[in-house]
């Protein structure tokens, strides 16, 4: 079973940037599909970015590809989100998933484990 703890939200204007991280414990990390999510208020929790165990494949919902960028650090059990020219509209809840297998995962039913969330908030 692995474990996931998300850090690095906060409150930051609009054009600004955020790193957030995702910490796993558990010996299988290295060889899962890691994922980052995001629900907003009132909203269904979206597919934001995916990577694959290895780094060699990445996938960005089309609101956040160019500004956001996703990658992992197997030696430290650990995935981040680099956030840049941050809107309004990014924010949201930002939940890290994983799950078993190769290449990527868009749909959040196909993870299965799930970090609490870290809140990011943007102002205009």
């Known amino acids: 079973q692995v474990q996931l703890v998300e850090s690095g939200g906060g409150l930051v204007q609009a054009g600004g940037s955020l790193r957030l991280s995702c910490a796993a414990s558990g010996r299988t990390f290295s060889s899962n599909v890691m994922g980052w999510f995001r629900q907003a208020p009132g909203k269904e929790r979206e597919f934001v970015s995916a990577?694959?165990?290895?780094?060699?494949?990445?996938h960005y919902a089309g609101s956040v590809k160019g500004r956001f960028t996703i990658s992992r650090d197997n030696a430290k059990n650990t995935v981040y989100l680099q956030m840049n020219s941050l809107k309004p509209e990014d924010t949201a809840v930002y939940y890290c998933a994983g799950a078993q297998g190769s290449g990527v995962r868009l749909v959040k039913n196909e993870y299965n484990y799930w970090g609490q969330g870290t809140q990011v908030t943007v102002s205009s």
């Open positions: 990577i694959s165990w290895n780094g060699a494949i990445t």
